[in-house]
């Protein structure tokens, strides 16, 4: 209650100083009705519902608008609209509407019957007008944060036929602001970051709080900032909201994390001002500030002198309190490595300090070293004058390991005659064991490197010597592996190159660097080159290569050709005379003798061969052939190819019409004179018997078992093979005649192969291990007259036809 009776005093002096406002300004706007026609509307506003203020705006208005109806004015009727504003306070509640002004017009007097009448934004809804009156009434609470102002309209009508007395004027409420609300920081909560150790007074982050209300009007938009938490460390403009350093020497490895707790208050930061809090998370960045450490001051490695190159043999680690870039560092030996025997590199991982050998260790030579190592910042602020860097001693003790055999020599250099005799001594390879206890040592050949056993080795001296004789001229190098063991521990294994080099001897005689075939002309002249000549030698002198040519004893007054030295290892082969002909001597061979520089000097007789052909004037070769040189005159060479062609062309073609003729099928259709179906050929003699093979081959039927029971067609030439069924052979005990008929029957009835000629089938092989023997009459001497077949009806039924046969012959032959 208290804080709205306030609220309404304020109003009603806000009232007063409009009133006196009111009072200045109204004589100034008045208008006088023209012609007795009363014109002028009048407003009057309010904040709220004070009846005494309102009252009085009321009657200023009426005194300074009405004139007596006698009075008329030779002048333009102005509008009587004294405001065109209203303000109405937001957020504003009570048990009655809330007044926000009051409308007037001149033609309000006596008892003329007019009502007011309001459109526009939120006529009816949120403002309502009293038609007697014209009194304006707030219905609903306003924000101005929603809407800060509304348009309407305001017109006089004829209260009983709605008829406009007056044109509709427009007029504007403006919501007024109160602070009712507090401010927002729309992008909280902050993160931020500063380097540590910053001096006092370095921007760190700037904060933005947010009112939404009204900046103009009053404080209550007038944002003041403050730190809630987060000092001594840190402070803030109450202006600008720009925090900065307030403490000296932040140390991130002390505390690396602030939160500070941000303020802003509006009303410019009075008492009864809304306030917003924010949270600001400020992280020191980190800076090269401290140097690195080595955890200890004194480190011992023992390292075994077998120790491969490049492998570790120890590690240091220098610790950091910065993080990332800061705290890397790089180790190196800055004393006690003059021969360079170590060396240190860092570890990217771990950032350690890896201790590498570069060079191989010896316990015998030296058994100690001491070592200063050092680790340096990478990065290095310019504010500290350099790097930070820290030292430590490293002591290495070597330890005895049991070593390989060490020779001399990496690689043996070892040269040897081509040809020189089995078991000479090529050279000698050396080594050592360089333990303290000195074991002795073995020598072997790695015979994967001697793969043809050319080489051996003393197993206890090392020296190497020849197991087969060398040529230069096949292999001139040979590299060989030669190893070396202990006595005492065989898994102790060395090895060296020997590369064993050829030396050369003259034992290859020079000879024709090809073979060569020269051509003389005819008509050449005497004295004319006919062919240049060069040699060639395997060997390979040191002072090079010089070669002497002579014709042989038996040569040396050649009638016909001659040798001249061209000073640079060459001849040439000269021709003596212009008589040569080839129907006298088509080819001539020159012997000649080739001798080197060697020492033993060494010599080879080559042959050249030099034909004799005929030539044009200028001395080009055309034909070097006996035969070209008889051919007729006036018929060319292309002339005889042309004819041997044609003759080849002429062959070819009797040929192939021979070929045709002998591979032409005779016809299907048989002629007259060779057709032998339905003929009946007989035979008045008995033939030879079985001695007679002459007539035709019986030796199927005599053994049909030889080929399964299978007889092939003579009587016709089938195009297809016809197969028989499987199964119909005979068996191994003996062919039954019955059924070997009708197996051959009935091949003939469904063979597709054979066409229906007739044909007699003679059969000359009766069966084995018959009771009755054979039936054939060919083995018997007697006669049909003489043979009695009554015997045939005792047999059995299977003969009981046969036999009815038989006799009825005989009565037949009687009768």
């Known amino acids: 209650m208290p804080k709205r ?65 006698g009075q008329r004015l030779l002048s333009r009727a102005k509008r009587g609209w004294v405001w065109n504003q209203m303000f109405v306070l937001e957020e504003f509640s009570g048990p009655d509407p809330i007044l926000v002004g009051r409308l007037h017009t001149d033609l309000d007097v006596g008892g003329r019957r007019i009502k007011y009448v309001l459109a526009g934004e939120g006529a009816g809804t949120i403002f309502a007008i009293n038609e007697m009156t014209g009194d304006i009434h707030a219905m609903k609470r306003l924000d101005r944060e929603e809407k800060a102002e509304y348009t309407l309209t305001a017109q006089v009508v004829n209260a009983d036929t709605d008829e406009p007395l007056e044109p509709p004027s427009e007029f504007i409420i403006k919501v007024q602001d109160i602070n009712d609300n507090p401010p927002q920081f729309i992008e909280g909560p902050y993160r931020a970051s500063v380097p540590e150790m910053s001096a006092v007074g370095t921007p760190v982050t700037r904060v933005t709080a947010t009112d939404a209300d009204d900046p103009v009007y009053g404080n209550s938009a007038k944002l003041v900032y403050s730190i809630l938490e987060g000092q001594p460390y840190f402070s803030i403009d ?76 120890g590690k240091v680690k220098a610790n950091d309190r910065d993080i990332g870039e800061n ?25 350690e300090g890896i201790l590498q050998l570069k060079r191989p260790l010896d316990h015998e030579s030296k058994r100690a070293y001491t070592l200063k190592v050092e680790a340096t910042n990478i990065r290095s602020e310019p504010s500290s004058g350099g790097p930070f860097k820290d030292t430590a001693t490293v002591k290495i003790v070597v330890e005895d390991s049991d070593e390989p055999p060490v020779f001399t020599r990496p690689v043996y250099l070892l040269d040897i005659n081509e040809n020189a005799p089995i078991n000479t001594v090529i050279g000698t ?165 080739v001798t080197d520089n060697g020492n033993p000097p060494l010599s080879s007789t080559n042959t050249l061969t030099i034909r004799v052909c005929g030539c044009s004037k200028e001395g080009i070769v055309q034909s070097c052939n006996v035969e070209a040189y008889v051919l007729p005159i006036g018929l060319s060479m292309g ?139 060919l083995e018997t001497a007697s006669s049909d007259s003489d043979q009695n077949y009554d015997y045939l009806r005792e047999w059995g039924p299977r003969f009981r036809r046969l036999g009815e046969l038989y006799s009825v012959g005989e009565s037949d032959r009687e009768t």
Request: with cysteine; aromatic share 6%.
């Open 639 to 777: 002339a005889l190819i042309a004819i041997l062609a044609c003759i080849i062309l002429l062959l070819v073609i009797v040929v192939l019409f021979v070929t045709l003729r002998r591979n032409k099928h005779e016809p299907l259709i048989i002629k007259d004179d060779e057709d032998v179906r339905e003929n009946i050929i007989r035979y008045d003699d008995e033939g030879g018997g079985e001695e007679d093979t002459e007539a035709f081959d019986i030796a199927t039927l005599q053994n049909p078992d030889g080929i399964n029971g299978f007889l092939p067609r003579k009587d016709i030439k089938p195009d297809l093979q016809f197969m028989p069924r499987a199964g119909q052979g005979s068996g191994p005990n003996g062919v039954d005649v019955d059924e070997f008929i009708n197996v051959r029957l009935h091949e003939a009835d469904h063979d597709p192969t054979a066409p229906p000629y007739d044909s007699i089938q003679i059969y000359g092989y009766e069966g084995r291990g018959s009771i009755a023997g054979s039936l054939s009459s």
């Open 238 to 313: 109450p202006n600008s909201a720009t925090i900065k350093v307030a403490l000296h020497g932040m140390d991130r490895e002390m505390r690396e994390e602030y939160l500070v707790v941000i303020q802003a208050k509006d009303m410019g930061g009075h008492m009864g001002g809304l306030s917003g809090t924010t949270t600001v998370t400020v992280t020191l960045t980190d800076i090269n500030d401290n140097p690195p450490k080595f955890s200890k001051s004194l480190y011992e490695f023992v390292i075994p002198e077998d120790l491969p190159m490049g492998k570790m043999g």
């Open 327 to 351: 705290s890397k560092s790089t180790f190196s030996i800055v004393e006690g490595d003059e021969q360079r025997v170590f060396e240190i590199v860092t570890d990217a991982q771990t950032q």
């Open 429 to 593: 390879v050396n080594a050592r064991d360089p333990d303290s206890s000195g074991s002795l040592v073995r020598y072997f050949i790695d015979r994967h490197t001697d793969l043809e056993r050319q080489f051996n080795i003393n197993v206890d001296d090392g020296k190497i010597t020849l197991a087969k004789p060398l040529d230069r001229e096949t292999d001139m190098w040979h590299n060989i592996t030669v190893t070396a063991t202990e006595v005492r521990n065989h898994s102790q294994i060395s090895r060296a190159v020997v590369a064993i080099r050829v030396m050369d001897i003259n034992d290859n005689a020079p000879e024709f660097a090809t073979e060569y075939e020269a051509f003389l002309c005819e008509n050449g002249k005497p004295g004319q080159v006919i062919q240049t000549v060069s040699a060639v030698d395997k060997d390979d002198p040191i002072q090079g290569h010089y070669f002497d040519y002579r014709l042989v004893p038996e040569m040396l007054n050649n009638p016909n050709f001659t040798i001249k030295n061209n000073q640079d290892n060459s001849i040439s082969v000269l021709a003596k005379h212009d008589t040569f002909r080839r129907q006298k001597q088509e080819m001539y061979f020159l012997p000649i003798i």
């Open 5 to 69: 009776k306030a609220k309404e005093m304020l109003v009603d002096v806000w009232m007063t100083s409009l009133l006196l406002v009111w009072i200045t300004y109204v004589p100034c706007v008045s208008m006088t009705p023209i012609m007795g026609q009363s014109k002028s509307t009048q407003t009057t506003s309010t904040a709220s519902g004070g009846s005494d203020a309102a009252a009085a705006v009321a009657a200023v208005a009426v005194a300074s608008g009405g004139l007596g109806e």
